[in-house]
Nanobody, 121 residues
Framework: EVQLVQSGGGLVQPGGSLRLSCAAS????????MSWVRQAPGKGLAWVSG????????QYTDSVKGRFTISRDNAKNTLYLQMNSLKTEDTAVYYC??????????????WGQGTQVTVSS
């Protein structure tokens, strides 16, 4: 059974940092590119970052470049998103997703359950 289980997130002040994790099981994690996607309140889904299967190539949406870092540990079947210098506009539910671009959608086995990130003073 394909499963992506997220952890991390929470409430942080502007300028703070958080790290999201996404533990994969039920498929060959090391064979797949992965993505992070977010949904801000009242808005649609927005791709944040992607990483190839080996971890050697990654990209970011312009608004997070220089602040967020995507990484993966294929030995641990885990995807990460390190978020630094957080801004209020980063407030959203964050999802990890299989593929780059992501396949499936919210609620599918190829997506994590989502984790809330709230940036507020």
């Amino acid at each position: 059974e394909v499963q992506l289980v997220q952890s991390g997130g929470g409430l942080v002040q502007p300028g703070g940092s958080l790290r999201l994790s996404c533990a994969a099981s039920g498929f060959t994690f090391s064979a797949y590119a992965m993505s992070w996607v977010r949904q801000a309140p009242g808005k649609g889904l927005a791709w944040v970052s992607g990483i190839n299967s080996s971890g050697g190539t990654s990209q970011y949406t312009d608004s997070v470049k220089g602040r967020f870092t995507i990484s993966r540990d294929n030995a641990k079947n885990t995807l990460y998103l390190q978020m630094n210098s957080l801004k209020t506009e980063d407030t959203a539910v964050y999802y990890c997703a299989t593929g780059w671009p992501p396949i499936g959608t919210i609620g599918s086995p190829d997506w994590g359950q989502g984790t809330q990130v709230t940036v507020s003073s």
